[in-house]
Structure formats: C-alpha cells, structure tokens
C-alpha cells in the first residue's frame, strides 16, 4: 500500500524541482549569495534605469537555466512520462524585476522613473513566457506550482510567488 493511500492523502504525487528565487534573477547576470543553512539567493545586480535598460534577456541555455532543463531530463528519465514534474521556485516578472533591480533604487524609479520599470518587468516577462512554453514542451506531464506544495495542472495556469506584493499599496 502506499503511503498516500494509507494516510488517506489524495494529493497529487509529482517531482519537485527545487531551487531558491535566484534562478531567474542569475540568469540575467546577477551574482548569487548562498546560506549555510537556507536557498540561495540573488544579489542585485541593477541599481539605475540606464543599467535596467541594458540588460537582455537570456536564453534558455545560460547556465542557470540550462540545469533545470538538464534536471528536469534527468528525473524524467527516472520516474517515465507519466509522473509530473513541478516547475522550479517562480517569482510573477515584477519579483524577478526586484531581485535584478536593488529595491530602494528600484522602488523610487517607480515613481521617478516608471517606464524603466516596466521595461525590466516586461524583459522579466519575456524570459518567462519562453521558459514555461520550453518546459511545458520538454517536460510533458507538469505540475505548475511551485508553492506551496498543490496540483496545479497546465490548463489552472502557473502558480507564481509574490513576495514584493506587502510592499505595494493601492
């Protein structure tokens, strides 16, 4: 019997590919600081609207990127097609925007300089898009959530984490 069944569990059993919120921040260039005793994350690497505005976006094949891909071949081939596979940690476009863009600088170009930011977020964007077309396409059987822990199949849309929304006011 398996565990699931006897604890009365319906969830949905899937492979987590886990990684910290740098992914997408490192794969635009930023530097990563790793804890001893928690996920890695990304140091800014943007501190004015000139930098923002220079930055490109990737491809899927730098190297942060590149190893879930890699990952995410590797389980494949050891559980089969039919066990879905969970994205790895994903911030909305704006999250992703904050990890690149240092927050105090970032939070006043809000308001000094509004159109950098949304060019940031709309590279951010880009970059997501392409990733989940690629792993929706790659992986096959996907579970779009990365947290909590849920069943999120492709048609529900991906699941993205928000950590900069308590720092929005309406």
């Known amino acids: 019997m398996l565990v699931h069944e006897a604890t009365g569990d319906d969830a949905v059993p899937y492979v987590k590919l886990s990684t910290g919120t740098e992914l997408f921040a490192s794969a635009f260039g930023c530097p990563v600081h790793v804890y001893e005793d928690s ?13 923002a505005d220079w ?22 081939e050891r559980v089969g097609p039919e066990i879905p ?12 925007a904050a990890l690149i863009w240092r927050k105090e600088d970032m939070f006043v170009a809000i ?7 949304k060019r940031l977020v709309e590279k951010c964007q880009r970059l997501l898009k392409t990733f989940f077309d690629a792993f929706m396409r790659d992986v096959g059987e996907c579970n779009l959530c990365h947290c909590p822990v849920a069943w999120a199949p492709p ?16």
């Open 55 to 76: 930055l490109e976006v990737p491809g899927l094949d730098v190297p942060p990127l590149a190893r879930v891909f890699e990952m995410a071949r590797m389980v494949r």
């Open 111 to 117: 308001l000094t300089e509004p159109e950098a930011v």
């Open 155 to 170: 048609e529900l849309g991906v699941w993205l984490g928000l950590p900069c929304l308590g720092a929005m006011r309406a």
């Open 39 to 51: 996920p890695p994350c990304a140091l800014p690497l943007v501190t004015t609207a000139a930098e």
């Open 85 to 96: 596979i969970a994205v790895p940690d994903i911030q909305s476009a704006f999250d992703i």
